[in-house]
């Protein structure tokens, strides 16, 4: 074959690939744009010819991080980088990227390539999961919780007493807030008081108020909490810390719906439901002699168990994925996911610190990462080189079962939006057909046995 013919038929094949990409010289500026990429933005090769690549996808990182000019500069590849362009009516596309140098037959760099995958369908589906399993602002779809979730309407429609019990940073202020949201008193305040925070003095006029002299510093009149929440719902967080003293005076409130600010005579009236929350045992306080055993039975007319986060970590995934959002538009960042590796130690990790620790250590992964995929170097060094959480040692949700299941659930997700049309899912998902079906085998995915219509 003739070098010409040659090269004539490297690029027949090149144009031939289904995968948008383009090439560019040392100067960045575009050599050879695709047809699969013309149809993607809407630009024709010869408007694009000669342009700086940055001037034509004006991605959100050509400025701040440009792929191709680190490939270039560095020699190294990225792989799967996600960013978004804009297309010639400048309509964003979020992509995958991937980056590789050119050289010539000496070795020498001539330019670089970058390929693109439109990621839009995923991006709404990954949106559609998470929504699926978003209820009343809590994420989950852990049967326990999602058992107390059916309920949750019942329980807000009546006015009883609420007891929330879980270890600290599972949530419960959710729950107690989702109450108050779904409840006949939803237009009234939402009052919050963490009672484990204030001294007994200091909590007993912040929930009952004063009036003017009850003591040296009080010179005029102060509402308390009880008075704020009027008509609403008062949440009274970490209810087993408080004293025998204010126990008597919250047991008055729920038996007679009254209290005396510090410094009255005058009773007042208190039309306030009210919904606690402990992280302790309050039957073995009762049973020691801390706590009141007749206020335990009247706030203990409803109960809601929320498991921590080791008991239900099909979580994981989810929340991550959520604060991930959370933080990509507070904090400005533009983290497009986590490595294989940091996503390891996330779902070992037994979370004695539940959502909330979980929470703090994205924050913190987010402050500290300056690429695009969080990797171990970016968590906090105490998660580093554990060992296996007891729940995983011991037989529990192990990592493949965690990743088996979320695969399963895009791959359905997927073919459900794709009408059951394997080789179209399979470009979506960004593998081959036979890929898909080797996943479709192993998680046990029959369409002739599923809502799909075969295309």
């Known amino acids: 074959m003739s070098p010409v013919r040659d090269k004539e038929t490297v690029q027949s094949i090149i144009r031939g690939l289904a995968v948008p990409f383009f090439a560019v ?23 694009v010819l000669g342009k700086p690549c940055h001037e034509v996808l004006r991605s959100d990182i050509c400025n701040a991080q440009c792929p191709l000019r680190e490939t270039m500069t560095t020699g190294r590849d990225l792989v799967n980088l996600e960013m978004t362009i804009q297309d010639k009516n400048n309509q964003p596309i979020p992509v995958r990227i991937s980056t590789s140098l050119v050289k010539d037959k000496e070795g020498r760099i001539i330019g670089g390539m970058e390929s693109l995958r439109d990621v839009s369908f995923l991006k709404t589906l990954h949106k559609e999961i998470r929504e699926k399993y978003t209820h009343y602002n ?26 929330i019990q879980g270890e600290s940073g599972v949530g419960k202020e959710l729950f107690a807030n989702a109450l108050h949201e779904l409840s006949p008193r939803k237009e009234k305040p939402f009052i919050k008081v963490n009672c484990g925070a204030l001294p007994e003095t200091l909590l007993e006029s912040e929930l009952f ?20 929440a009027e008509g609403g719902t008062i949440f009274l967080d970490e209810i087993g810390e408080v004293s025998k003293n204010i126990q008597v005076k919250l047991l008055r409130v729920l038996e007679k719906k009254e209290y005396e600010p510090l410094g009255s005579i005058q009773t007042e009236k208190a039309n306030v439901r009210i919904i606690a929350a402990t992280n302790r045992d309050l039957r073995a306080l009762v049973q020691s002699g801390a706590f009141r055993e007749d206020l335990y039975y009247r706030l203990n007319v409803i109960t809601l168990n929320i498991p ?62 300056r690429e695009n995929y969080i990797a171990p170097k970016h968590l906090p060094e105490y998660l580093i080189d554990r060992p296996l959480s007891p729940a995983v040692a011991s037989g529990g949700k192990r990592l493949d079962d965690l990743v088996a299941n979320f695969e399963k659930e895009l791959i359905e997700e997927t073919l459900k939006q794709c009408g059951g049309n394997v080789e179209r899912a399979a470009q979506e998902l960004g593998i081959h057909r036979s890929t898909l079906w080797r996943k479709m085998k192993k998680n046990k995915i029959n369409l002739e046995n599923s809502l799909y219509t075969p295309g």
């Open 308 to 369: 921590p986060l080791r008991e239900r970590k099909e979580d994981i995934p989810l929340l991550i994925d959520h604060f991930m959002e959370k933080f990509n538009q507070t904090l400005e960042g533009k983290i497009s996911g986590f490595t294989t590796a940091a996503m390891k130690i996330l779902l070992n990790h037994n979370y004695p610190g539940n959502v909330r620790e979980l929470e703090n250590i994205i924050e913190h992964a987010f402050i500290l990462c």
């Open 209 to 228: 108020g004063y009036k003017k002299g009850a003591f040296t510093d009080a010179k005029k009149d102060k509402p308390g909490r009880f008075r704020l």
């Open 138 to 163: 809590i994420v989950s779809k852990s049967k326990k919780i999602l058992d107390i979730l059916d309920n949750l309407p019942d329980i807000a429609a009546s006015d009883a007493t609420v007891l």
């Open 25 to 47: 010289d040392n100067d960045y500026k575009i050599v050879f744009f695709n047809e699969p990429l013309e149809k993607l933005t809407g630009y024709k090769e010869e408007e």
